[in-house]
């Protein structure tokens, strides 16, 4: 069964301060990852999406994708309390299925 | 942005009764799913519909549950009868096309209570 595995669990980090979340996949036939974040009592909002290697940036957040290793990392740097929230990562495939697969999550919390 | 949007937002009921959950997902989108999430963790995916039909679904989605959208109104999801661990938040998605790699937008979920 695929898994989707985030570390690390919870994160606090200072405003102003960098914040690295990581998500790897145990499916070898992945090839879509997204990243969504969840303020608390809210539905999850998409963020970012990676689908080759390297890298993206948007604003101040940065996306990483290695998918020899099916290892994404997350990094969001002068993080501010807005930030704070539960941020999931998932997997999806590049077939007829639109199944996604998501992650156990990491909680950050930005302290002011 | 697009919005899905969940009828009820929160639904308390004893258990053992039915309890339908309703989705009015974005307005051109044809791929729709429900996901369950308890004690905000993770998200875990049930089933999804295409064309008035179920495509795929997980273990979680029981023979208790059904899906349906009849005649393009509300994509629903019914439980019945409803147990305990039943309890979560569900939340409804949409998708506009077909592949892993069209976004899901999410509604605001209903938060489901088993007595």
């Known amino acids: 069964q695929q898994k989707v595995q985030q570390s690390p669990e919870s994160l606090i980090v200072p405003e102003g301060g960098m914040a690295s979340l990581n998500c790897t996949s145990s499916?070898?036939?992945?090839?879509y990852f997204w990243w969504y974040r969840q303020h608390s009592g809210k539905s999850p909002k998409m963020l970012m999406s990676i689908f080759s290697n390297g890298e993206k940036e948007e604003g101040r957040f940065t996306v990483h994708l290695n998918k020899a290793s099916l290892h994404t990392s997350l990094h969001i740097r002068d993080s501010q309390p807005s930030d704070s929230a539960l941020y999931l990562c998932?997997?999806?495939?590049?077939?007829?299925?639109?199944?996604?697969?998501f992650g156990t999550g990491t909680r950050l919390q930005v302290l002011p | 942005g697009p919005k899905v949007l969940q009828i009820p937002s929160h639904q308390i009921i004893d258990m053992g009764q039915m309890v339908t959950l309703n989705c009015d997902p974005v307005?051109?989108?044809?791929?729709f799913y429900w996901y369950k999430q308890i004690l905000g963790q993770q998200m875990e995916f049930l089933v999804n519909?295409?064309?008035?039909?179920?495509?795929?679904k997980s273990k979680l989605f029981k023979d208790q549950f059904s899906v349906e959208r009849p005649d393009g109104s509300y994509f629903t999801l019914k439980i019945q009868p409803t147990a305990l661990e039943d309890s979560a938040v569900y939340f409804c998605?949409?998708?506009?096309?077909?592949?892993?790699?069209?976004?899901?937008?999410f509604g605001p979920g209903t938060r489901l209570t088993v007595l």
């Open positions: 998932a997997a999806s495939k590049a077939s007829n299925t639109n199944k996604v697969v």
């Open positions: 519909f295409y064309n008035g039909k179920v495509m795929e």
């Open positions: 998605a949409s998708s506009q096309g077909q592949g892993g790699s069209y976004e899901q937008y």
């Open positions: 307005s051109n989108h044809l791929y």
């Open positions: 499916d070898r036939n992945v090839d």
